[in-house]
């Protein structure tokens, strides 16, 4: 008996120090950032590529509005319901209380190449650092030196409300281990350099397949579905099919999906809409060259049936007609905050 329990004690604290281990925080060294001049107009780009403030401005009047106030200031307070629970997004403000001012640029790079805080803290990856660590250091610098120059705010969130298990941070290290290693997103020699900027876009800031995937239980992107749909987590209808499938948009043109990214009408003449709306709103202010680059890359991806089946879209399809705007959150999705109905 007093054998048996020692074993047990021994299984529990080999157990403990496994997950210690494997949980503990993996960070950029210093010694990795490149001398870089910042390039705050490139920041600003990669501002709008990434769709940050979608998130991260404080969202017109209920917390889940798909409208938001000024979307400069970073001050936090959108909601986003996932499966694990409700994230209710931070202040990134330069305010050096309620936001980000004492983060170095280290600090910054460490939360979106490996999610990582400072003080060795795991993210969530409802924050879709899984995409943004595709990111170079060199845009990042950028990106940083941006939001050091937009307005501070004091406004300070409600912490994030999720149940047991998905409360203890440090759990995050086992998902990490899984999903995020902080690579850079790398060219494929024989590719075109059009089709390798519309990969480093679509994979890093502009996060696409987070929406446009479906995921298993745990959160993490079926690879082998990719860009292949999904079901919004919120029960409103469906995210699309954006392989060049039967299923998909296989019988858009290059310059359909261009066309679309830049003035948010689709070929058969209808506008886009829900969560889309927003980041499309964003795509149009990138260079055309950008978009014909994501165009190019997302005609270019392996054709795909639909993730989720015909019969689902259907229903959600028709309940989604009567169904408020905004309620388009998902893990690591973004809850963009604009239905559409500026144009
Ligand atoms: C926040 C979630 C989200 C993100 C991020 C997102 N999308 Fe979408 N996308 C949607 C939703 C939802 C729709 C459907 C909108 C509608 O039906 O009005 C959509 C529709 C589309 C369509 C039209 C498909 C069709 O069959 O009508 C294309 C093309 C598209 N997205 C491309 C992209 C690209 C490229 C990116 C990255 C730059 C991207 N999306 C990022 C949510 C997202
Ligand atoms: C889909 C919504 C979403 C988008 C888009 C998004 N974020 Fe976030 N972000 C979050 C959430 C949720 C958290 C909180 C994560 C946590 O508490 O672990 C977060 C946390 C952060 C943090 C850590 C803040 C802290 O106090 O710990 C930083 C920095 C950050 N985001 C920067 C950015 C930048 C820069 C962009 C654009 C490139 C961006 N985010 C885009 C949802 C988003």
Redesign the pocket.
């Known amino acids: 008996m007093r054998r048996a329990l020692l074993a047990l004690l021994v299984v529990a604290v080999a157990g403990a120090v496994v997950f210690y281990v494997l949980t503990i925080p993996r960070t950029v060294p210093a010694s990795e950032l490149p001398a870089h001049k910042p390039d705050l107009a490139n920041g600003e780009y990669m501002f709008t590529a990434g769709?940050c403030a979608?998130c991260h401005a404080t969202p017109e009047k209920k917390c889940n509005d798909p409208k938001t106030q000024d979307k400069h200031v970073l001050s936090g307070g959108r909601c986003l319901k996932t499966p694990f629970g409700v994230f209710n997004v931070p202040n990134i403000s330069p305010d050096k209380e309620a936001g980000i001012g004492n983060w170095s640029t280290l600090d910054f790079v460490n939360a979106l190449k490996r999610g990582i805080a400072p003080g060795g803290e795991h993210l969530y990856p409802a924050f879709p650092y899984t995409s943004y660590q595709r990111m170079t250091y060199a845009d990042l610098i950028d990106l940083k030196a941006y939001l050091d120059t937009l307005p501070a705010s004091k406004n300070v969130p409600p912490p994030h409300e999720l149940g047991f298990p998905f409360n203890i941070r440090r759990g995050l290290g086992l998902w990490q281990l899984l999903y995020v290693d902080g690579k850079d997103f790398v060219p494929d020699p024989k590719q075109s350099a059009e089709l390798n900027r519309g990969a480093y876009?679509?994979m890093g800031p502009?996060?696409?397949a987070?929406?446009?995937s479906s995921r298993y239980l745990w959160g993490g992107i079926i690879k082998s579905e990719e860009f292949a749909g999904a079901r919004?987590p919120e029960g409103k209808?469906t995210?699309?099919?954006?392989t060049p499938s039967d299923d998909?948009?296989g019988d858009?043109s290059l310059n359909d999906?261009s066309y679309?990214?830049e003035t948010g009408n689709?070929p058969d003449f209808?506008?886009?809409?829900?969560?889309?709306?927003?980041?499309q709103e964003n795509?149009a202010k990138l260079t055309a060259a950008d978009r014909d680059a994501?165009a190019a890359f997302?005609k270019a991806l392996p054709a795909r049936p639909d993730a989720v089946p015909k019969s689902e879209q259907k229903k959600k399809d028709a309940k989604d007609e009567d169904a408020a705007p905004g309620g388009?959150t998902?893990t690591g999705?973004?809850?963009?905050p604009d239905d559409?109905s500026d144009y």
Do not use: F, Q
């Not at 995210?239 to 954006?242: H, K």
């Open positions: 769709g979608e876009l679509v502009g996060h696409c987070e929406c446009h919004n209808g995210v699309p099919n954006i998909g948009i858009w999906i679309l990214l689709t209808d506008v886009i809409g829900e969560s889309m709306a927003a980041v795509m994501i997302i388009d998902k999705g973004s809850k963009e559409g």
